[in-house]
């Protein structure tokens, strides 16, 4: 009897020896090159990495000093000079205002890119619309701050929490809109195509097909956007005043924020009062995650899944 050589053992060793082939035909030099590439990259990665531990290292290690229930829950000491808690008005502020800036500019954006990707198009007002969002991306915050400034608190002669959220949806809006129309652009035409075929008009398609496929990287830019809100100061200083007791209304009477408590305390020579900075800075980077991960965890359960 002739042993006979099952039929995958001349295709597996056709391909090992593909694999072999591929690596014995690069030359010494182009290997070179290419571990000098990698070096090149390993090292541009610990470049952007480093800084960015050191950082989380320093606002961790000096906020955690003084963290505690009463620096969360107390009202802001009225005195720099003063040591102790409390940061309590802050993160109400930082909350409620940043809470109602993405309340007024992610809507608005995600309806604005809407208009752009799926009517507007390449139409005069769309590009009219593309190009002022990618000016406003760059416009400094402080800029956006005096805007709402000059054109809110001295036309009511009011520094409150809304004002501060209108500078902060002013500098999200153009984020969400340039950031959703990208992942719009993303969802493949046949799937707009295959709904419309099916006899669904096209806001019905562009709300049960276009918006589950995109919603995972429109959340992405969401996300971004408040995540720049949340940490500006220029707009805050200029729009909401101080105090240094909770304000729950947005509407009446100043308030405050962490971003700007950052700001004010730790420009000052007082121990109590740059301790209070570096707690308010973990708080903020801990609230940002906190709400990252929370959304990251919503859109799960209702992006389209690939099966």
């Known amino acids: 009897m002739t042993a006979t050589v099952p039929p995958a053992a001349p295709a597996a060793r056709a391909g090992s020896a593909a694999v072999d082939l ?7 030099r182009r290997r070179l090159k290419n571990r000098l590439a990698m070096l090149a990259i390993t090292f541009a990665l610990l470049l952007a990495v480093v800084p ?11 906020g955690a000093d003084v963290m505690s229930w009463q620096f969360l829950t107390q009202d802001i000491p009225n005195s720099y000079r003063r040591h102790g808690p409390g940061m309590g008005p802050a993160i109400v502020g930082t909350l409620l205002i940043t809470g109602m800036a993405a309340l007024l500019a992610i809507p608005l954006g995600v309806f604005g890119a809407i208009y752009l990707n799926e009517y507007g198009k390449q139409k005069p007002l769309a590009r009219t619309i593309r190009t002022m969002a990618d000016v ?8 956006m701050g005096l805007f709402v400034y000059t054109g809110f608190v001295v036309l009511f002669h009011a520094q409150t929490g809304f004002a501060g959220a209108l500078a902060l949806a002013c500098l999200m809006l153009p984020i969400v809109i340039r950031s959703s129309e990208e992942m719009l652009r993303l969802v493949p035409d046949e799937l707009r195509q295959a709904s419309l075929a099916l006899g669904a008009r096209q806001w019905r398609t562009i709300l049960t097909v276009v918006l589950p496929a995109a919603i995972s990287g429109i959340t992405s830019g969401a996300l971004l956007a408040v995540a720049r809100a949340a940490g500006e100061t220029a707009p805050l200083v200029a729009t909401v005043g101080i105090t240094f007791a909770v304000n729950r209304n947005l509407f009446e009477g100043q308030n405050t924020a962490l971003p700007a408590q950052i700001f004010r305390n730790a420009s000052q020579p007082f121990v109590g009062a740059q301790g209070r900075a570096w707690g308010a800075a973990l708080t903020l980077v801990v609230i940002v995650l906190v709400f990252t991960i929370l959304a990251r965890v919503i859109v799960s359960r209702f992006a389209i899944k690939e099966h």
Request: proline share 8%; glycine share 4%.
């Open 136 to 143: 406003m991306t760059g416009v400094p915050s402080i800029v």
């Open 52 to 62: 960015l531990a050191l950082v989380v290292w320093q606002v961790v290690s000096r």
């Open 22 to 28: 591929r690596r014995s035909a690069l030359s010494p």
